[in-house]
Structures are given as structure tokens and as C-alpha cells.
């Protein structure tokens, strides 16, 4: 057995025994210790800044008689100031363990409660859900009529339903003759799809539950629907608790087959958030779990080959297949969900590749397959997803914006949580800020001491458009340094634009975008802007007449910075829409209607996938798109706006 | 919590502490010690004698200064002589602890190992089984063909194999792309009924194994099958382990019903037996467990429903209603067997009430509806079962012969464990005796001191039919006392026969026959003649061409005996046939073509179930049989052998 080492967490108290050679970002996950862990312990997103209190490390910069933790020199050089160097702070992530050591986690590494946007939308859908419940009146058995339970409820429902050919699920045997007989021979059954019966229930029963699942990077929604009439009886989010093994898929993907067992705990994570999701939302609406009889789910296709528990390594290298494009409908038994026993879960097809289940659920939910005008439908998350088309062809891509938009590589990047500045103003000619954090209904200019820890990823857009409005930073990117402005200063490495004072924050600190957060910024909106152009190519249009913006963030962005900044070709303001969370509606209409999941299925295969990374003149496209708006497209709809 | 007390068992030395009020028989169970139980703890079968060593035990007749157990006094006059009453002898399951004890368990109340007799027939069988193996060869996936997996692979099926609208079993889903890569792209998968893939490998497989499941009321016998050539590769049984909880089925479906967790406790038993099997027999083959992936199960229907985890209350009282009769399909992981991971469980149909799985198994294995003789197929068990008629009409029915045939209720009775005496001869003259035991090639006039324990059913059998063809009891069933023998005495309570003299005995007593247990007999035998009369009289037929014994017992008692002691009606005894393990049969038909499974489900839809019990002259007919062999019936076969 190895060597273990007791280890303090500060100021959190939280103390345990590692193994020797741990990191400190093990310890933590292993002691429910909150801290930001966005690359997943990669060493690639500086989040997980901790400060070794007690024990010594020995580093080259640091004289110590004995080695308490040791950490990698280079990561400290990218993501530490000289100053936090001195003071050992070191990345948890790269610090393993060799002594008794006691850590303290800095505020602005401790992981935030992220505020949940997934609220179910208004749309109509038509009620015709793929379980539905049959009432029979059996005839009682007798010495002369001895026939076997199974048989008389067969009988009986062909003879009162017309539904023939039944099977019955195995669970349901088990309790069939207990049921029909607290019924005293009156029983409802559940049929799915007309060909199985997954339930059975004493009485008259007509109510009937299910479940819509919507498993982001970031968050799991569930909505849990009453399946005769469509109303949502009650939303339950909550972080996918996957988080702590990768912020993004790829981390995910390294995780899952790096790892021992990694794939496991990463499925275990996810299944137990559904398992508790569902509980909540069932105490929520005064109804048991076992109600809940029928589940549909959409996911990327990451997220879905992890939560049915398959190894997600191949998708996650090239040619990136996946295990399967088509829906999969599996026992919740056999995925570990504590439902109905003989409940079966729908997940929605995946595209391709990285256009997985999530990207359907949109597709059913906009049906741009039903539309004349040319839609561009824009998914923003850790992965950007587009969909260009309309009833005559459906094109579809994806593009790694990485985690720009949520906060991630961003000097003071983070999640939609309390405190994360989510808009902001630049007055053009005084270069003052204005801004407003999550938490708090006052902007700065009103409230002095506001408490901001950061910027999340709408602040982050805004920021881009205003400092380019404001002619902060050029149409290269280029932080202009000539601007005179005591908030525009020189950094320790690079320049940098003070959006907050430090009386203003709750980190004490000035709250600066830096040159290198534009960069990646640029990056990120270049990547989706690149996509929807080549696919414009590739259809062969020059102009969109819908922008739609779906998935949560695409509901607190300002559609005006978002256009600015170039994140998508030329539009009319007036036809860029937010749809909220258009995937967790697709999983909702699939959930209440089985001819969605047949809808969904059929386009899912005839959407064309575009492959980006083989257009020839991707590079091209790329470089072009990384100016702001962009190096040489037109923008006529916004002419008035653009300096 | 209760008291606890110690408890010692000798000759064994097991012991343990064991809660207040328990009884001995739950102690013996809960340690493991080997003690006959054959009514289940009911009191009714008088086979767990035991003597209490230390503590003392209160019962009216002893005076002692305080209570260690205590037990019910009528089961003691009925079950135990005054002799044993003097030496604190009890009965174990109804003897309730109230303080520490030491427990003597003699040698006649020790389980046995039974004599396990299913050994395969060499039946030809037609291969056609439920699984099919394709191999397939893909075309490797490119950036340019990046579809998944699944689609591939369905895709390939159909060109090369012409199957269509393939499911995937989740559990493949999981491993489909590993395999496919470990196989370089070549795999081999196994298609169940044409419809769904269940196993997946990589590269070229052509061998398939599967497993027939015979579960017998006492024995658990499996027969693992190269699902290619037929062959069967190893046969393993055991004691059906459920036989510590009652030994015939109306005892089990008492405990499945009244005890807390007697169901879940009566299932585990039986599925933790095939697992067993199913892991002694690979070995023995030299293949893993995960390479079965087909299982064929036979078994009554209270076995049926046990193994499928349905409470067996209803089908065990009035009208007797099955859960289902048709055969079911169900994922041998929903049942807990540990096997290939999408494997199917096919458990064969029931007839009615009592007639299971297991007469389907004798019917697909004898095919009487392929004949035009009448048959009467006789499968002799703990319950009777009977089949008449040929491919005109098929009757069944089923009695109650109670576990005399089984050695139980017979003062001297056993099972077919070393020691039993199995076969017998008695001297029309002289009355001596002449036996076999098992585990002993010798007679008893060969080699005196030969070490019977018991008498077992055939040799039960034999010394009904003995005594009778030597005039030692009377048409009537009456034991003649006036025949002279120092063998025939009066016993304590009753007349009695010596069949072994206590030196020719490892239990030091006599073993005798006594009046009751020749009631027993002809109450058992009574029953099966009874119902093979009615039958006749239901087909409207007064002679029967052949006689088929099936089941193990079947095999290993004396045509002639049974027939003397009017087991069936008349019939040439060139007829009368023993095949053995019919129901085993059955079941490795059912595993090698799955004709025979569709072949199952119609007949025994088919087979006309008679319930005895609402024969009008039901009674009439049973007393008329209680005779040896019958009171007014002919037998023209028999008639230069009866006296």
C-alpha cells in the first residue's frame, strides 16, 4: 500500500488522508471540496489556483529542507504571477502529494453555484406520447376457466383495445397476478410504442408521467411532464457532476479512457443526477418515481455515449465516428434509473460526429425542414453546433469554439454564477464601465461595492463589442494602446482593460480582459462564424434570412453584441431569434410525441454533415473570420452600428 | 434485538448463535448443517429428528429446572416412540430455542447426497437454433465515411446476410466499438430468433454453446450444448437447493408465501444453483461462462414461477390460475444469471395448474401428437403428471401422489442417497428377502453387513409389489398377520415387515415396511391409476397401447413392480417404456431448434387439460384404485404373474 498523507483544506476545514502522489486536485474531488476544475486536470486552464499554507514545496525557485508537494515549473510560469509564485500558490491540478500539507482555496478558484437557464419554453405540442394506458375488466378465474393471468389480460385487450401481438416486460409478470387481484380483476395497463405492455396498475388509472432530459456539458434539466396533458408539472436542474472530471467533452473523452474506471465514474455521475432529478421533481409534483413511466433524452454525442456507458474514446479521434447514429430506446433498469420497472428511455439519434442528440432535439423543435426561408440555427456551448437550411436541404457542423464563451481561458473568466458580470456597457468616448453581476439587480455605477468574482461568457461577448465600439480594441483584435484611459494599462505580460475596480469585486482584485482573452475570443467566434460561411458555400447562398440562437446562453447574450462581434453572418436584427433551451424542448416534444421520435430519426440521417476541417480553403476561411465582425464579408444590416 | 444463544450441532461440531425462538431447523439452516427437512418445517413429515444433548427442554413429560427449547407435544406422540421421547428427542422445526444447546443429529435424519439419474439421452435432435452467428467484414471508417458503428455494421448484415430491421441488445451497444476494432473490422455476431443481436466478437467465431435447464422439484440438472454440432459437452446437477425450504411444492409455495422474503429467498436458491451449473459445466468444457448465449428451461410450474421470481400463491389455491401459460423470453441478466451479457432465458409454456414446463418438455420430446397409437405418458415425480392420446386428441392431467414415491411419509423412506435400498426380492415361500442398496454392487445375501440407511421409491416399488405377489398384504392393502415370518410382527403401533435386519444396517434398527406406509403407497399409486381412468373415460377408449414412463424415476424402477402394483392400467409390458429424462430432452430440444419452441407453445395450448377433482365420480374411481392392483379392473397382461 502506498504512503498516505493528511491533507487541510482553508478555509473550508474539510481534512482527509490521500494516497502519496495524489494531486491536490484528486484530494479535492475526493473530499468534496469545491474547486474550479474547467480543463479537467489538464494542466491547460489555470482554474484550480490553490496556496500551499503548511508543508514545503520544492520547487527550483523555492529553498525547502523537505518536500511536502512538488509541481511541474512550466505550468506555473504560464498561468502564476511572480507575485502568487512567491506566496506558493500552484495549480492543484499539477501538485502531487508528499507530506502533510495544508492548502488554502483562493475565492476566485472555488466553484460557484452556476445559475440554471434551462426553463421550459411555451411551445405547443401535440399530445401523442409513445406509452399509453388501456383499462380492462377481466372475467374471474374459476375451476372451469383456469387460464393463466397472462392470457385472460391478452384476451381481454384484444377484445376491448384491438391491440394484438402484445409482449409483456419482464417486470411486469412478476406483479401481474397480485395487481390483478388488489384490482379485484379491474387493471390499467401501459403499452409502449402498442407492442409491449411496461406497466400495470390496480383500478382505473389515467394519469401517466414522464420524464424530458436535457444533458448539457454543463447542466442537466429535467422536465417532468404530465403525458395527458402535455403541462410540465415541475423543472429540476442541477451541474452535471461530470464537471469535476472535465469541463469539456474532450477532457471527458481523455478521462473516460485515460483513466481507470473512468468511464464508469463518469456514467455513475450522470446516471445518479438523473436518479436524483427525477426524485426531486416527483416530491415537487406529490408523485412517486415508479410513476414515471416513459424518459426521453437529448445529449451531445459525447454525452451520450457516456450516459448509456459507452466508451467514448473512437468518436473522440479522428474520423470521430460514433458508436451509433440511430436512437436507442433502453430499460431505464438497465441504465441504473430507479423509475417505473419496466420504463424504457428514448435517447434521440446523434447526426455526426460532435452533431449529436442535443442538436436533433433543436432540429425537432425548429423543423427548419418544414420552413421556405434559409435558417441558420447557431448552438452556442463549450461545442458550437449549426444547422443551415430549409425544406429543400439540411447541412449541419460543428466547430470547437472551446470554452471561451463559458468563461474558460479567460484571465477572469467564469461560469453564469453569483457575482460573474453577465453585461456591461463602454461609454465611446469616456471609456467608463458600466456593468451588472448575477446576484445582483444594481449595476456599478449605482452600487459601488457590487461583490464581482469575474466575467461569464454573455460578459465576455459584450465586452468583445464594446471595447470594439469603443474603439479599445481594432478590428485585428489588437488592444489599441494609444487609447488614453486609466483603465487601459500594461499587464505583467500583455495589455489589459479594467471592466472592474478591485473595491468593486469580492476577490479584491482588478477585474481586466486581457489581449490574450480577445484572442480566444476571436478564435472562438471565428470558428462559428468560419462554419456558417463554409456551409453557406457548400449550399450555395450568400445571405441568411433567420438567425436562430438556441441552447440557454443563447438567451442572455445581446443579440447586438453577438452580431457586432461577428459571431454569425449578415442578418436583419429583426429575424435573429432566441429560442431558449430549443434541445430540452426537442426532448420534451419527444417525450409527448412519438412521431417526433420517428421525425427525428428521419432527419437525422438526411441532415448533410459537413465535415469543416476538410474544406480546402478552411485556413482561409478561418483567418478571415477572425477580425472583427470579419476581415472582408459585408455587414448592410448593420451599417448604422459599426464604427 | 433478541436474545441470542449458542447453539452446537455433533456429530458435525458446526455452531453458532442463533436468535431466541428460533427453531433447530432455522438454526441448521442458518449454519449450514445437513438435516433432512421433507414438509419444509411444517411438522408433517417427521424426517428432522434430532436429540437434544445439553440445555434441557420442558415439555410436559420431562421435568427439568429450566427451558433451553421447547416443542409441541402432539407432534411428538405422532412422529416419535416412547423410547426416543425418553431420549429427548424432538423434532428440530418444532423446537424453538430459549437457551444455549447442544443438538445431536442422528444419522437417519442426515440430507443424503442424493443420487442425481438425469443423465442426456441420446435423442437425435435437428439443429436449428434461436442464435445464429454471422461474421462480417466492414469497411473501415475515414474522415469521408464517418458514420457509427451500428449503422455500419447493420448496414454489412443486410448485404451480406439479408437481415433486415436488426435491434442491437444495449450490452453490445456498449462494447460494439472496441470489438470492432480489437477485430480489425471483422467481427462475428449473434442474432437471436433473426431479430436482434445479443453477443458481438471480434474476428471469425464459428462455435455457439447454449445451455438446457432441466429444474426439477429435487434436482437442478444442465446439459451445456455446442450449438453447431448438438453435442452435449458436459452435464452437471445438484440438489435443487430449495429443498431446504420445503421438499415438495405445496411447501414451497406455503414458504414463498407466508415467510418474509420466502420468495425472494426460494429464488435466489434456484438461480445461484444455475449459475453454479453453468459455471461447473464450463470448466468441465473448457470455455468461459460469458460463451453461453442461449438457456432452454423445463420445470412444473410452481418451479416456473420460482425461477421467474412471480409469487406462486394463486396457482396454489383454487382455481389455480398460472401467472401465464405461454413460454417466456426473458434477459438472463433480469433474472440474475451471470452469462453472456444480452443472452435469453427461454422458459418452455405451461399447460395448466400443475402440469409445467416440464410435461411441455415430455411432449416436444415424445411428440405423441405424431402418433397414431394411444400413448400414456407417466411422468412420476413428487407430483404425477399424466399425457394421453395420440394425433387425434391430447388429454393431461395431474395428481397429487405426494412425495411417498420420493421416500418421504414412509417411516423408513429416504431419497435415492448412498445406503437406500433400491431394489428388492421377496421369497414367495419362505418370505426372505433379497435387496440392493445403493453405493453397493452387492446383495444383501452376498454381503450381510451392507450398510442400508433407508429404502428409497424404487425400492418402495419392488417391496409393494413383493409383499403383495407373496401374499404379505391382501388385495385390499391389509398386512396378512397371519402369514409366518419372523419378519412380520406387530409393531409398536402397527404391523410391520423387516426388510433389513439392524446388522445389515448403518443405523443400527431394523428398516420394516409398516401398514401406514403401504396406505401411503396406495394412496400415491391410487392417485395416478385414478387419473389415468378418467382420462381413458374422457377420450372414450378402454385400452391404452403404450405406456411411456418418463422423469429419472421412471428409469430406475421395475416395469413389472409398477405394473403389479397397478400403477397404470393394463398394458403389454413389451409397451411399456422408460426414456429417461424426458423433460431434460425437451428442454435441449427447445435450446438446439427453435421449431420445438413454437412446436411447445402449440400443443401445450392444445393439450385438454382434466382437472380430476371435478370427475363426478372422482371418488368412486380413487377408492376402486386404492387396490392392488385395482378392485374390478382386468389385466390380461399381467394374468400369469398375479396371484
Same mark, same amino acid.
Given at each position: 500500500m502506498n504512503n498516505q498523507y493528511n491533507i487541510v483544506f482553508q478555509p473550508s476545514g474539510l481534512r482527509g488522508k490521500v494516497d502519496e502522489d495524489a494531486?491536490?486536485?484528486?484530494?479535492?474531488? &475526493?473530499?468534496?471540496?469545491? *474547486?474550479?476544475?474547467?480543463c479537467g486536470g489538464k494542466? $491547460?486552464?489555470?482554474?484550480?489556483?490553490?496556496?500551499?499554507?503548511?508543508?514545503?514545496?520544492?520547487?527550483?525557485?523555492?529553498?525547502?529542507?523537505?518536500s511536502a508537494v512538488t509541481t511541474k515549473p512550466e505550468t506555473n510560469t504560464k498561468f502564476l504571477t511572480k507575485e502568487q509564485i512567491k506566496h506558493n500558490y500552484c495549480l492543484a491540478c499539477q501538485t502531487r502529494i508528499h507530506g502533510d500539507v495544508v492548502v488554502f482555496v483562493p475565492e476566485q478558484s472555488r466553484k460557484g453555484q452556476q445559475v440554471v437557464r434551462k426553463e421550459a419554453t411555451n411551445r405547443k405540442i401535440k399530445l401523442n406520447p409513445a406509452i399509453k394506458k388501456y383499462y380492462v375488466e377481466l372475467t374471474p378465474a374459476t375451476l372451469h376457466d383456469a387460464v393463466g393471468d397472462y392470457e385472460r389480460l391478452l384476451d381481454q385487450i384484444e377484445k376491448d383495445h384491438m391491440l394484438t401481438g402484445l409482449s409483456m416486460d419482464y417486470p411486469v409478470l412478476t406483479r401481474l397476478q397480485g395487481i390483478v387481484r388488489e384490482g379485484d380483476w379491474k387493471v390499467t395497463v401501459s403499452v409502449w410504442q402498442g407492442k409491449e405492455i411496461i406497466g400495470i396498475e390496480p383500478g382505473q388509472v389515467k394519469k401517466g408521467f414522464g420524464l424530458a432530459v436535457d444533458i448539457g456539458t454543463t447542466t442537466v434539466a429535467g422536465y417532468l411532464c404530465d403525458l395527458t396533458t402535455g403541462e410540465v408539472l415541475a423543472t429540476e436542474s442541477m451541474m452535471n457532476p &461530470?464537471?469535476?472530471?472535465?469541463?469539456?467533452?474532450?477532457s471527458r473523452i481523455g478521462y473516460a479512457t485515460k483513466?481507470? $474506471? %473512468?468511464?464508469?465514474?463518469? +456514467?455513475?455521475?450522470?446516471? %445518479?443526477? *438523473? $436518479?436524483?432529478?427525477?426524485? +426531486?421533481?416527483?416530491?415537487?409534483?406529490?408523485?412517486?418515481?415508479?410513476?414515471?413511466?416513459?424518459?426521453?433524452v437529448v445529449g451531445n454525442t459525447c454525452i451520450h455515449h457516456l450516459f448509456l456507458n459507452i466508451p467514448p474514446q473512437y468518436m473522440g479521434r479522428s474520423p470521430f465516428p460514433p458508436a451509433i447514429h440511430h436512437s436507442v430506446d433502453v430499460k431505464a433498469r438497465d441504465l441504473g434509473l430507479h423509475l417505473a420497472p419496466g420504463a424504457y428511455v428514448h435517447v434521440l439519434p446523434n447526426e455526426a460526429g460532435f452533431v449529436g442528440a442535443d442538436n436533433v432535439g433543436v432540429l425537432i423543435a425548429e423543423e427548419p425542414y418544414n420552413q421556405d426561408q434559409m435558417l441558420l440555427i447557431i448552438d452556442i456551448g463549450t461545442n458550437g453546433e449549426l444547422i443551415l437550411g430549409n425544406r429543400k436541404r439540411l447541412l449541419s457542423s460543428s466547430c470547437a469554439t472551446g470554452p471561451a464563451f463559458e468563461g474558460a481561458e479567460i484571465r477572469h473568466g467564469m461560469r453564469a454564477a453569483a457575482g460573474a458580470i453577465e453585461k456591461l456597457k463602454i461609454d465611446p468616448k469616456t471609456k467608463e464601465v458600466q456593468f451588472k453581476v448575477i446576484g445582483n439587480d444594481k449595476w456599478n455605477t449605482e452600487d459601488k461595492n457590487i461583490g464581482a468574482r469575474g466575467i461569464c461568457g454573455s460578459g465576455i461577448f459584450d465586452a468583445a463589442a464594446q471595447m470594439f465600439l469603443a474603439g479599445i480594441i481594432e478590428k485585428s483584435g489588437r488592444i489599441n494602446m494609444n487609447i488614453k484611459s486609466p483603465r487601459l494599462r500594461q %499587464? /505583467?505580460?500583455?495589455? /489589459?482593460?479594467?471592466?472592474?475596480?478591485?473595491? /468593486?469585486?469580492?476577490? +479584491?482584485?482588478?477585474?481586466?480582459?486581457? &489581449?490574450?482573452?480577445?484572442r480566444a475570443i476571436q478564435l472562438?467566434? %471565428?470558428?462559428?462564424?468560419?462554419?456558417?460561411?463554409?456551409?453557406? $458555400?457548400?449550399?450555395?447562398?450568400?445571405?441568411?434570412?433567420?438567425?436562430?440562437?438556441?441552447g440557454a446562453f443563447?438567451?442572455?447574450?445581446?443579440?447586438?453584441?453577438?452580431?457586432?462581434?461577428?459571431l454569425f453572418p449578415d442578418c436583419d436584427q429583426k429575424f435573429v431569434y432566441a429560442v431558449g433551451n430549443a434541445a430540452g424542448d426537442g426532448a420534451r416534444m419527444a417525450l409527448l410525441n412519438k412521431d417526433k421520435r420517428d421525425e427525428a430519426d428521419y432527419w437525422a440521417k438526411r441532415v448533410e454533415y459537413v465535415e469543416l476541417t476538410l474544406e480546402p480553403n478552411f485556413n482561409k476561411i478561418f483567418t478571415s473570420a477572425l477580425a472583427f465582425p470579419h476581415a472582408a464579408d459585408k455587414f448592410p444590416h448593420l451599417k448604422n452600428l459599426l464604427p
Amino acid at each position: 500500500m502506498n504512503n498516505q498523507y493528511n491533507i487541510v483544506f482553508q478555509p473550508s476545514g474539510l481534512r482527509g488522508k490521500v494516497d502519496e502522489d495524489a494531486t491536490i486536485l484528486d484530494a479535492a474531488r &475526493q473530499l468534496g471540496v469545491s *474547486l474550479e476544475s474547467v480543463c479537467g486536470g489538464k494542466g $491547460n486552464c489555470g482554474k484550480c489556483k490553490v496556496q500551499i499554507e503548511e508543508g514545503h514545496y520544492d520547487k527550483y525557485h523555492i529553498e525547502s529542507s523537505f518536500s511536502a508537494v512538488t509541481t511541474k515549473p512550466e505550468t506555473n510560469t504560464k498561468f502564476l504571477t511572480k507575485e502568487q509564485i512567491k506566496h506558493n500558490y500552484c495549480l492543484a491540478c499539477q501538485t502531487r502529494i508528499h507530506g502533510d500539507v495544508v492548502v488554502f482555496v483562493p475565492e476566485q478558484s472555488r466553484k460557484g453555484q452556476q445559475v440554471v437557464r434551462k426553463e421550459a419554453t411555451n411551445r405547443k405540442i401535440k399530445l401523442n406520447p409513445a406509452i399509453k394506458k388501456y383499462y380492462v375488466e377481466l372475467t374471474p378465474a374459476t375451476l372451469h376457466d383456469a387460464v393463466g393471468d397472462y392470457e385472460r389480460l391478452l384476451d381481454q385487450i384484444e377484445k376491448d383495445h384491438m391491440l394484438t401481438g402484445l409482449s409483456m416486460d419482464y417486470p411486469v409478470l412478476t406483479r401481474l397476478q397480485g395487481i390483478v387481484r388488489e384490482g379485484d380483476w379491474k387493471v390499467t395497463v401501459s403499452v409502449w410504442q402498442g407492442k409491449e405492455i411496461i406497466g400495470i396498475e390496480p383500478g382505473q388509472v389515467k394519469k401517466g408521467f414522464g420524464l424530458a432530459v436535457d444533458i448539457g456539458t454543463t447542466t442537466v434539466a429535467g422536465y417532468l411532464c404530465d403525458l395527458t396533458t402535455g403541462e410540465v408539472l415541475a423543472t429540476e436542474s442541477m451541474m452535471n457532476p &461530470q464537471v469535476a472530471f472535465g469541463e469539456d467533452v474532450m477532457s471527458r473523452i481523455g478521462y473516460a479512457t485515460k483513466e481507470k $474506471n %473512468g468511464l464508469k465514474k463518469l +456514467n455513475d455521475a450522470v446516471i %445518479g443526477s *438523473l $436518479n436524483e432529478i427525477a426524485e +426531486n421533481a416527483c416530491k415537487r409534483a406529490g408523485i412517486k418515481r415508479s410513476d414515471i413511466i416513459d424518459v426521453a433524452v437529448v445529449g451531445n454525442t459525447c454525452i451520450h455515449h457516456l450516459f448509456l456507458n459507452i466508451p467514448p474514446q473512437y468518436m473522440g479521434r479522428s474520423p470521430f465516428p460514433p458508436a451509433i447514429h440511430h436512437s436507442v430506446d433502453v430499460k431505464a433498469r438497465d441504465l441504473g434509473l430507479h423509475l417505473a420497472p419496466g420504463a424504457y428511455v428514448h435517447v434521440l439519434p446523434n447526426e455526426a460526429g460532435f452533431v449529436g442528440a442535443d442538436n436533433v432535439g433543436v432540429l425537432i423543435a425548429e423543423e427548419p425542414y418544414n420552413q421556405d426561408q434559409m435558417l441558420l440555427i447557431i448552438d452556442i456551448g463549450t461545442n458550437g453546433e449549426l444547422i443551415l437550411g430549409n425544406r429543400k436541404r439540411l447541412l449541419s457542423s460543428s466547430c470547437a469554439t472551446g470554452p471561451a464563451f463559458e468563461g474558460a481561458e479567460i484571465r477572469h473568466g467564469m461560469r453564469a454564477a453569483a457575482g460573474a458580470i453577465e453585461k456591461l456597457k463602454i461609454d465611446p468616448k469616456t471609456k467608463e464601465v458600466q456593468f451588472k453581476v448575477i446576484g445582483n439587480d444594481k449595476w456599478n455605477t449605482e452600487d459601488k461595492n457590487i461583490g464581482a468574482r469575474g466575467i461569464c461568457g454573455s460578459g465576455i461577448f459584450d465586452a468583445a463589442a464594446q471595447m470594439f465600439l469603443a474603439g479599445i480594441i481594432e478590428k485585428s483584435g489588437r488592444i489599441n494602446m494609444n487609447i488614453k484611459s486609466p483603465r487601459l494599462r500594461q %499587464g /505583467e505580460k500583455e495589455p /489589459e482593460f479594467v471592466i472592474a475596480w478591485a473595491d /468593486e469585486t469580492a476577490i +479584491n482584485q482588478d477585474i481586466a480582459i486581457v &489581449q490574450k482573452d480577445i484572442r480566444a475570443i476571436q478564435l472562438a467566434k %471565428g470558428a462559428m462564424y468560419s462554419g456558417a460561411r463554409i456551409m453557406m $458555400n457548400r449550399m450555395g447562398v450568400d445571405k441568411i434570412d433567420r438567425v436562430i440562437l438556441a441552447g440557454a446562453f443563447g438567451s442572455y447574450i445581446d443579440k447586438t453584441s453577438a452580431a457586432v462581434i461577428g459571431l454569425f453572418p449578415d442578418c436583419d436584427q429583426k429575424f435573429v431569434y432566441a429560442v431558449g433551451n430549443a434541445a430540452g424542448d426537442g426532448a420534451r416534444m419527444a417525450l409527448l410525441n412519438k412521431d417526433k421520435r420517428d421525425e427525428a430519426d428521419y432527419w437525422a440521417k438526411r441532415v448533410e454533415y459537413v465535415e469543416l476541417t476538410l474544406e480546402p480553403n478552411f485556413n482561409k476561411i478561418f483567418t478571415s473570420a477572425l477580425a472583427f465582425p470579419h476581415a472582408a464579408d459585408k455587414f448592410p444590416h448593420l451599417k448604422n452600428l459599426l464604427p
